[in-house]
């Protein structure tokens, strides 16, 4: 740690030794607002934190004012990063550097003049943004040529790249913890494994103050997992089948250019529109009624471009050599798509094949107008794999899933209007958010499995070299 910080600090001398004094002194200007703007963004953020935390970190609405108050504080750091840029910019003489300090003083000003923040923050900024316009002005005339200068692109590129992978990764981290939180209220191994019950009888239980025997979703579950298998059993084979036509079998014409926009423009096709044809074909026209095969055929439409694009683009970046010392040993075209290129691609195909799992386990709208239109909470008693196909009279078998579950939940709730308020209604969310955390947990769950395969395949592809 010792040798670290004076490496560091050799380092930083060395670059102050190298820089313009009249550089570096405007430079320094800007990065004081920085710094206190930073601080100040931290204060901000640390009280609402205290006060939870004083308050015995209750699980009631505290939580969401808590989220919101935490986001708002680390926009402040927004500002606080802009001038370490400019005071960076300013340090290198660049012109960039006096445009940007400008333009943090006219925010500042505007800041002041609409009250927007905290009065002696913006006057600070807007003071120090000044001088160092007026200082790197003049400093930037006399180094024109750093003007365009690549290294400081470079290195304003990477901090830029660094800064959007820490945004990405901290908004999916508060996603899932928002929801952990939201949802272990009520997460049990019995909420799990228990017998049925719907969704509105189990706001019933909470809102007559026994939360605790609010029953199981495990109907809920077995239905989603049994439409979602029925749905890659479908979809699988034919995305990999697809894949294969168009990686090794197809022709370059513009037949083919066209069938692979069609495949890019269906995955991105809207879930609703989905739904509707699952709906108009499967329901009606063919008579499956409301059911798991005309619920698995829909969602396999909707994720099968997922399925086919991923493989196809895994196997071409199969190398050629592979299939020429393949054909060299002897094997058939076949044999080495089976042997080889398809060993070699299956990482990256399972990839392809979770984010369509992702995409069906979620999927809402094409289940609520193909498979689970009523969400009910049993199990028919013959459940038919072709659905009601041959006797449109039977309509169909509604399937109980845990995403119509989820739905179902927010409509008692939201229809509640003589329910309790208060905790209560919080409690009443948080059954919402426990059936979401159960189908996250699932999500992970079949992610980890076919991370763990993908990567026993990508070692075996390896050894095969």
Not at 41 to 53: D, G, K, R, V, W
Request: glycine share 8%.
């Amino acid at each position: 740690m010792e040798v670290f910080l004076l490496s560091w600090m050799d380092q930083l001398y060395t670059y102050i030794k190298n820089r313009d004094r009249n550089s570096l002194f405007a430079g320094a200007l800007i990065f004081i607002p920085g710094i206190v703007f930073t601080i100040f963004a931290l204060y901000q953020t640390i009280i609402p934190i205290n006060e939870y935390i004083t308050q015995g970190m209750p699980w009631d609405h505290t939580i969401d004012r808590l989220a919101i108050d935490i986001f708002l504080n680390i926009l402040l750091f927004a500002p606080a990063l802009i001038m370490f840029v400019a005071a960076y910019l300013q340090a290198e003489s660049n012109q960039l550097g006096f445009k940007v300090c400008f333009a943090l003083s006219i925010g500042a000003l505007g800041g002041l003049i609409f009250n927007l923040a905290d009065p002696t923050l913006l006057i600070i900024s807007m003071t120090f943004s000044i001088l160092a316009t007026i200082v790197g002005l003049e400093e930037s005339k006399k180094n024109k040529h750093k003007k365009y200068s690549p290294i400081i692109a470079e290195k304003i590129a990477i901090l830029g790249l660094r800064l959007s992978s820490i945004i990405a990764i901290a908004v999916l981290v508060g996603i899932i913890a928002y929801v952990v939180l939201r949802g272990a209220q009520f997460l049990s191994w019995e909420f799990i494994t228990a017998d049925n019950i719907g969704a509105k009888e189990i706001v019933d239980q909470i809102v007559s103050g026994d939360p605790r025997s609010i029953g199981g979703i495990r109907i809920f579950i077995i239905g989603s997992l049994i439409l979602v298998g029925y749905c890659e059993a479908i979809a699988i084979p034919l995305g990999i089948g697809a894949a294969i036509y168009l990686a090794e079998y197809a022709p370059k014409n513009k037949f083919i250019d066209a069938l692979r926009f069609f495949i890019e423009t269906l995955a991105g096709a809207p879930s609703i529109v989905i739904g509707l044809f699952g709906f108009a074909y499967f329901v009606r026209m063919l008579g499956m009624g409301v059911s798991i095969a005309a619920g698995g055929l829909a969602l396999a439409i909707m994720i099968l471009p997922w399925n086919i694009r991923t493989a196809e683009e895994a196997m071409r970046a199969v190398p050629q050599s592979y299939r020429e010392a393949s054909y060299a040993l002897g094997a058939t075209k076949w044999q080495t798509i089976k042997r080889t290129v398809l060993l070699s691609a299956s990482p990256a195909a399972i990839t392809g094949i979770v984010l369509g799992f992702g995409a069906a386990i979620g999927e809402t709208a094409v289940i609520m107008l193909t498979a689970s239109y009523k969400g009910t909470n049993v199990f028919p008693d013959n459940i038919s794999l072709i659905g009601a196909m041959g006797n449109p009279s039977l309509g169909g078998h509604d399937i109980p899933t845990l995403q119509m579950w989820i739905m179902n939940a927010y409509y008692y709730i939201a229809q509640g209007t003589n329910r309790p308020s208060g905790t209560i209604n919080w409690q009443l969310e948080n059954v919402m958010f426990s059936g979401a955390l159960v189908l996250l947990i699932i999500f992970i769950g079949i992610s980890f499995v076919a991370l763990i395969l993908r990567n026993y395949l990508a070692k075996k592809t390896h050894g095969a070299r």
